[in-house]
């Protein structure tokens, strides 16, 4: 409809009822008011709303509400919203930097994911938001004016499952399954409750590498990202009776076993341990280094980004065959890369490991920014290894 | 860690915190219980769970709630769930026929998602979670052991709109742009509110076309589902003062401008009007009517699902010309449909058009399945228009 005409359609809305679950039926009568438009097309409100001051502002439409708190990682504690017209809670804040940040709302005692903000952080048992705060210039996870790559769903069975699953792939720009070059692969698997798409959403893949690879300082590569947890969908459709946490083999082998070939089979790949890497983040660091360690004729790059190992376990692994003996890594691995900030919870299990690898003359990396358990580090993490894998 | 170790890991897992934003401290010294464990490793509560009688038990964790209840489109209202042993609310629902259904819990008045269901309704101002029930028989829309086409995540910079911006792209099993195949393409476009993920996530887009497909029932196409409302993204960044639902103009110029040049220089297609579809649902089936019946020379196939047509503008729409006249529309297009559930809030205008189309001698499909303005409708109207596009 030509803009012209505007004046004409918005009287023939009078018709038109509320889009809603209820469905009523077509009504006429009404007249025209800025409230029954707001009615009609409920535009929701803006949050997160990013400023010119790098502040970000957040809003919660909540009439009846008592109380709406923010919950956000960009700020070390919890923080009121503020009441304001109309039922609409805001409250605007400036993070110490520009990051990426989970967020929700406690909403009279209740955590709730911004009804207005599409940007969710997947994850099977909570519900947060993601505001993306981007500085005066643009830093390795912002998208920027460089070719992009791709991330793909692909869908497959897995047998070691025994349930239809799904991965995530990053191809980068350029990627041609029918040309001569043939990429190096990065299996990366997230964190426990995480899914196949947190690594694409909230760790930024895609544009962390296309940034990476296009300034010349990461090289091409294909990056799989894995479900690396078959419970809650196995329990879901009553394949499974429990909920096995620690269950690292099964995620060995479904990388081995399931995964891996479909890649090989789908993608132009190099098929050699060389250029096969491993990686993972907490639960999935953990994973990493049993999947990696516990397989040199597959990986020879692995990292573990803020491992869940526990006390001096890899002691244990390390004689029962679930590592490759410690006396062999030097000759089996090329990239043994353990990252931890400095205060993430974890950080005790990561400085002994770094110990023992020391004593025993593993040549590694042991990485140690500032930070926690967080995504905000993960993509520091990743933004290190892209750098170092396959070189 | 070899099972038999197991033992010894419980024991470690003594020295490990809660994996919590609050990043506890290393403590030792707790006896390992089963409540010790469920604290260090929480797998939440299972839901949905599909039973093997076709009915599903929702779940909620909510030990302080007073009410908790059970809001989807299963049910032909909401219905109270019922408190049981720690705090988990629980109602077993069997649906009248097996489908993908929509829901939340309603917490002490307080809409949210499932926590503990990754599968989200992607949507920008609601947060629902989605149940996928199963019959005895797979449906189009459940996954079968067919070769499986992908979804990918395309990213690119809208000159229309002055952002960086997503879309999806189905492309079905076997693409090969290096090929000699040139596929079709339908540009297709989803409802107010929702996003470029919808048709995806809800829609099932890529498993209904693998299973057409692979049954010989639909032509191979690739489907690119745009992201048609760029208002929140540019209120968000302060690039637009006010959320402009009904600016169609700016969402032809979008996939004219922009997304089709984007497809026809990465993709392996066709590039006549005759191997060009646009289909949409809800606003999006009205603005599958302005880009489709407005540029014959783009499109030839036209789908218009459950428009959110108003009255009778589109006498205006055909004289105007935001339609070519309505006298053109024989020769111009192969496929002028339209399909409405006869609950539908919007099947009044839908056959007001009908009607006018039939007065007016236009070869045209108007579709009338039960049911209202649903997705469960949606996968429906795309089952039907997947089978008659490019042939």
Same mark, same amino acid.
Request: net charge neutral; glycine share 8%; hydrophobic share 40%.
């Given at each position: 409809?030509?803009?012209?005409?505007?004046?004409?359609?918005?009287?023939?809305?009078?018709?038109?009822?509320?889009?809603?679950?209820?469905?009523? %039926?077509?009504?006429?009568?009404?007249?025209?008011?800025?409230? @029954?438009?707001?009615?009609?097309? $409920?535009?929701?409100?803006?949050?997160?709303?990013?400023?010119?001051?790098?502040?970000?502002?957040?809003?919660?439409?909540?009439?009846?509400?008592?109380?709406?708190?923010? !919950?956000? %990682?960009?700020?070390?504690?919890?923080?009121? /919203?503020?009441?304001?017209?109309?039922?609409?809670?805001?409250?605007?804040?400036?993070?110490?930097?520009? !990051?990426?940040?989970?967020?929700?709302?406690?909403?009279?005692?209740?955590?709730?994911?911004?009804?207005?903000? $599409?940007?969710?952080?997947?994850?099977?048992?909570?519900?947060?938001?993601?505001?993306?705060?981007? +500085?005066?210039? $643009?830093?390795?996870?912002?998208?920027?004016? @460089?070719?992009?790559?791709?991330?793909?769903?692909?869908?497959?069975?897995?047998?070691?499952?025994?349930?239809?699953? @799904?991965?995530?792939?990053?191809?980068?720009?350029?990627?041609?399954?029918? +040309?001569?070059?043939?990429?190096?692969?990065?299996?990366?698997?997230? +964190?426990?409750?995480?899914?196949?798409?947190?690594?694409?959403?909230?760790?930024?893949?895609?544009?962390?590498? !296309?940034?990476?690879?296009?300034?010349?300082?990461?090289?091409? /590569?294909?990056?799989?990202?894995?479900?690396?947890?078959?419970?809650?969908? /196995?329990?879901?459709?009553?394949?499974?009776?429990?909920?096995?946490?620690?269950?690292?083999?099964?995620?060995?082998?479904?990388?081995?076993?399931?995964?891996?070939?479909?890649?090989?089979?789908?993608?132009?790949?190099?098929?050699?341990?060389?250029?096969?890497?491993?990686?993972?983040?907490?639960?999935?660091?953990?994973?990493? =280094?049993?999947?990696?360690?516990?397989?040199?004729?597959?990986? %020879?790059w692995v990292c573990? /980004?803020?491992?869940?190992?526990?006390?001096?376990?890899?002691?244990?692994?390390?004689?029962?065959?679930?590592?490759?003996?410690?006396?062999?890594?030097?000759?089996?691995f090329r990239l043994v890369w353990? +990252?931890?900030?400095?205060?993430?919870?974890?950080?005790?299990?990561?400085?002994? =490991?770094?110990?023992?690898?020391?004593?025993?003359?593993?040549?590694?990396?042991?990485?140690?920014?500032?930070?926690?358990?967080?995504?905000?580090?993960?993509? !520091?993490?990743?933004?290190?290894?892209? %750098?170092l894998l396959?070189?």
């Amino acid at each position: 409809m030509k803009t012209a005409y505007k004046p004409i359609l918005a009287a023939l809305l009078l018709l038109v009822p509320l889009f809603s679950q209820a469905q009523p %039926q077509a009504g006429a009568g009404q007249r025209l008011t800025p409230q @029954v438009m707001a009615r009609l097309f $409920p535009p929701g409100v803006v949050s997160p709303e990013y400023n010119a001051d790098g502040s970000v502002t957040f809003r919660c439409q909540a009439a009846d509400a008592a109380s709406v708190v923010l !919950d956000t %990682q960009m700020l070390p504690a919890a923080q009121p /919203m503020v009441r304001g017209e109309g039922g609409v809670w805001s409250l605007t804040v400036t993070p110490g930097k520009p !990051d990426i940040y989970p967020y929700c709302f406690i909403v009279d005692g209740k955590r709730i994911a911004d009804p207005n903000n $599409p940007f969710i952080f997947p994850n099977e048992n909570f519900k947060n938001s993601l505001a993306d705060v981007r +500085g005066p210039e $643009p830093s390795v996870q912002d998208i920027r004016d @460089v070719p992009h790559g791709k991330v793909s769903y692909r869908f497959y069975h897995s047998k070691t499952c025994g349930i239809d699953r @799904v991965m995530t792939v990053y191809t980068p720009a350029g990627y041609d399954p029918a +040309g001569s070059e043939r990429l190096p692969v990065l299996y990366l698997i997230h +964190g426990m409750t995480d899914t196949y798409e947190t690594w694409f959403k909230v760790g930024r893949v895609n544009i962390i590498l !296309d940034n990476l690879i296009a300034d010349g300082l990461a090289r091409r /590569m294909i990056v799989v990202m894995p479900y690396a947890n078959p419970y809650p969908e /196995m329990m879901r459709q009553g394949l499974a009776d429990r909920y096995d946490s620690m269950d690292t083999d099964r995620v060995t082998r479904e990388i081995l076993d399931d995964v891996k070939p479909f890649i090989e089979s789908n993608y132009k790949v190099r098929t050699s341990a060389r250029d096969r890497a491993v990686a993972g983040f907490s639960l999935g660091g953990r994973q990493a =280094l049993a999947c990696g360690l516990g397989n040199p004729k597959e990986f %020879q790059w692995v990292c573990a /980004m803020a491992p869940a190992i526990f006390g001096e376990e890899y002691r244990t692994n390390f004689s029962d065959g679930t590592y490759a003996p410690v006396a062999s890594l030097n000759k089996s691995f090329r990239l043994v890369w353990l +990252g931890t900030g400095t205060s993430d919870f974890l950080i005790g299990a990561s400085r002994s =490991l770094d110990a023992y690898l020391t004593e025993n003359g593993v040549k590694h990396t042991f990485y140690t920014p500032d930070g926690g358990h967080t995504w905000m580090n993960c993509r !520091d993490y990743l933004t290190h290894i892209a %750098q170092l894998l396959f070189k």
